[in-house]
């Protein structure tokens, strides 16, 4: 089967979400992953988990999520005979990615120049918080830091309560599709021209660069969102956007349609002195409010297949688990499974690009540290005493389970 990065090496650094999460999507199009690891405890997101709770006894879901399609090898970055046998690997890569803090791998040797001296063409994707210079440098660029400084978490929630951020890592993963981004359209401008580059990625540009609607909207029209006490959607919206409850105390979420289509299948008569694009947004917690008490005497079910039927557009508020059992989730086939060594049969959500000729499959689990590293370095020349003395020496570990 055809890979489209098939041929392409990444020399991966990275730790935690966001560069891990890039080089997973480019191990999925078939980029040989080497992910350096530190020797010992591995990469930092093996040590973290949710709800106190370990796949399989032992394995982290954050670093099972992120790190399938890729070989570890485990070494100790501050060894000079480690930093010999990386910059003679460096030779064959095609990329290096890391998001350590500006400047860590550079005072270690492994920064772009330190990379650009043994190979020309290579390709060095650095992510970060904040960008590799500035005032905010030194500061920790972590995801929900990054939601409340760039606009977002003061655009979420309730007006009468403390803003929310979201429930997930949407900057960290945000940056990780600009690290891709960034990474391809280098490999492309490669192909053309011979030449390496270096990329920087950061959080907070990435972030505001997603919310850049919202940034037109605010320093152009002179005007600040405010959000609503009742949790419209959106702080910029007008009734009836947003989450409404059923009698059963299931949620629909009502996005946009005819706000007369609305009520009269709600059979609400009473809420037509509202029908005017200005009323519906000066007024909008009080029409929530109003539409709310008409939705709650519908059962879930029943008031889905009402909206729908008009081309209201709205949508079932399912959790977690029940959105992976939805019928179109299923039919996109977008949750699978791996075999983990130790964590057994891991259950995981696919590749979501779908090509036709060079398609994403999942063919690795997730590494445990280093387990790949006898594999690697023999792949480059060392031979099996070489191998066994960086292991004897600490510089490098080895878990092949």
Not at 15 to 35: E, R, S, Y
Not at 311 to 320: F, Q, S, T, Y
Not at 322 to 335: C, F, L, N, S, T
Request: net charge negative; charged share 25%; aromatic share 8%.
């Amino acid at each position: 089967m055809n890979k489209a990065l098939e041929g392409v090496r990444i020399l991966d650094f990275s730790h935690l979400l966001q560069g891990p999460f890039a080089t997973q999507l480019l191990g999925d199009m078939g980029a040989d992953v080497i992910k350096v690891e530190r020797a010992g405890a591995g990469d930092m997101f093996r040590g973290m988990t949710f709800f106190a709770k370990w796949v399989g006894g032992s394995e982290s879901p954050n670093f099972l999520a992120w790190n399938r399609n890729k070989r570890s090898i485990a070494l100790n970055l501050k060894s000079r005979k480690v930093h010999a046998i990386l910059m003679e690997m460096a030779k064959s890569a095609d990329v290096v990615v890391q998001n350590f803090r500006p400047g860590v791998l550079a005072k270690l040797g492994y920064g772009y120049e330190d990379f650009k001296a043994v190979n020309p063409r290579i390709i060095y994707c650095s992510g970060s918080g904040y960008g590799e210079e500035g005032p905010y440098v030194e500061r920790p660029g972590q995801d929900m830091l990054i939601q409340g400084l760039a606009g977002l978490i003061a655009n979420t929630g309730r007006g009468d309560q403390a803003p929310v951020p979201a429930g997930a890592g949407l900057a960290d993963q945000i940056g990780a599709m600009n690290m891709v981004y960034g990474i391809l359209s280098a490999l492309y401008y490669r192909e053309k021209t011979g030449k390496g580059q270096k990329i920087e990625v950061n959080l907070l540009a990435g972030l505001l660069a997603h919310l850049n609607q919202e940034y037109v909207a605010v320093l152009n029209l002179g005007e600040d969102f405010v959000r609503p006490n009742s949790g419209i959607g959106h702080p910029g919206m007008q009734a009836p956007f947003g989450i409404y409850e059923a009698k059963d105390g299931g949620y629909i979420s009502i996005a946009m349609s005819p706000f007369k289509t609305l009520y009269e299948v709600l059979e609400a008569p009473q809420l037509a002195v509202y029908d005017d694009l200005k009323t519906l947004f000066d007024k909008r917690d009080e029409v929530f409010d109003k539409v709310n008490a008409e939705t709650k005497k519908f059962a879930t079910q029943d008031l889905l297949a009402r909206l729908l039927a008009v081309d209201i557009w709205c949508a079932e508020v399912k959790d977690i688990r029940r959105a992976a059992e939805d019928p179109q989730v299923k039919h996109m086939g977008m949750i699978t499974s791996y075999d983990h060594p130790r964590g057994g049969k891991v259950r995981v959500v696919a590749p979501a690009v779908k090509m036709s000729e060079t398609p994403a499959t999942i063919e690795r689990p997730a590494p445990l540290v280093g387990q790949h590293g006898r594999e690697i370095l023999a792949e480059f020349g060392l031979s099996k005493d070489e191998i066994a003395a960086l292991e004897a020496s600490g510089d490098m570990t080895v878990d092949a389970a």
